[in-house]
């Protein structure tokens, strides 16, 4: 399964600022590198003269002729044959919820390769809850595991979707627990990854020593997307991650509010905290970390980095909590710079956004309920080296979010500010991304090693 990218036509419910080609504002303002286009410490001004009638759109290749494509990142996929019909499970991101399918198509169109089944296959089911990356088909049932009784703890639910009966069943289960608190199914230590329970703050990290572990290294914090995310499984870790640790830096990834798999208090304690709960999390365990590590991890030189969410995440401590220069490097990926437009600049619902972050659906007075978390609001506090990536076609925030960030810290002359752009979709949806990580990895040495 490979991920592709498909043109399709810009549908009358796609908003306003995707309807249109940037191309031309983008390489006259920017320099052009192998398909990358990279900041010339002059202000980005986005046209909006030049229409276009269809929109990229990420999809998997399953290699026998049917393509999914969906404009948010799919997560597992498991497919079953029950006599003359084949079903068809899969999970992908729908704004914070994580959605479980499951279609039904004719075996004559899923073994037809000039057919694409997807779009002949008819949706039997479509759930919203509490699905994790355990998806498989068994006889006739679809079965999947919930973390909403967590990980680490010693139980969780199952369910099954029976298709002769067309119903879900629901079943506990308990796990045995191990002496330290981790249930076998969690895999504690991978390679040179392994978790850590910082006990002052009582937050989990996962932590990624250095190929080298024999002098003190800097580090990269990692803030997780999500805003609720499931537990990283340590054996898949992003490639950029172990990018950072082949490059000799240790990495820490807090475990913070929110993420899902821990317990379902834990997950629930970021409703309506966004920005406050998550970050408070990030910076303690941050430094608790550093004290626990001090031997082997130099304090004086730690970078945040942060897709999607994330990338929200470390513009807002970037601005709001870095007046003591914790960290001395920033990178967003993909990330929210103006909370107050991004209702506006997502494909998901203006009204959902709305009401999540702000509580609130009137324009006015969600940009005055979102001050205090929107990094916008920050951005002369800028004092340290940040680059901002983003993808051209992230139909799940635009990227002039990160146009806009790039143009207003210009302004400020305390921080040197660069911008990359290239095609792809969001986050880690990238087209070049070896090129883009090189790029990341570079604006880190350049200030934590040089």
Sequence with gaps: MKRIFRNYPIANDVVEVFHYDYSDSISSCMKSMNGIFHSQNLPVNLNLRSKRHTLAVPGWDFDNGNILSLPTKICEWAVGAIEDDYYIAYTYWSGNSLILLVSKVHKRLWLNPEINAFDCARNILTIKKGINSHLRFDGAKFLWRTYETAVISSSYKSYFYDIVHGNVVQTSNTSTVLKNGYPRQLLIEHGRAHFVFLRRCGIYCIHIYPKKRDIKAPAIVICLGGPFIKVPDIRFLPNLYHHFSNEGYHVIIPLRRGVIGLSSEWEQELYGRYGIADVEDI????????????????????????????????????????????????????????????????????????????????????????????????????????????????????????????????????????????????????????????AIINHFNTTLKS
């Design 283 to 438: 910076l303690s365990s941050t430094r608790e970390f550093v004290m626990e590590f001090e031997p082997t991890v130099d304090s004086n030189r730690l970078g945040l980095y942060g897709a999607s969410y994330g990338g929200y995440s470390a513009l807002l401590i970037n601005g709001k909590h870095n007046k003591e220069l914790l960290f001395k490097s920033v990178v967003s990926h993909c990330g929210v710079y103006d909370l107050s437009t991004y209702p506006f600049h997502s494909s998901g619902n203006a009204r959902d956004i709305m009401m999540e972050y702000g509580h609130t659906d009137d324009i006015v007075a969600y940009a005055k309920n979102v001050i205090d978390i929107n990094p916008a609001s920050f951005v002369n506090d800028w004092n340290v080296s940040t680059l901002l990536v983003h993808t051209i076609d992230d139909t799940t925030t635009w990227f002039g979010q990160s146009v806009s960030a790039y143009n207003a810290a210009l302004k400020n002359h305390c921080c040197n500010i660069s911008l990359i752009l290239t095609h792809g979709g969001h986050s880690y949806n990238i087209s070049k991304e070896e090129a883009i990580e090189d």
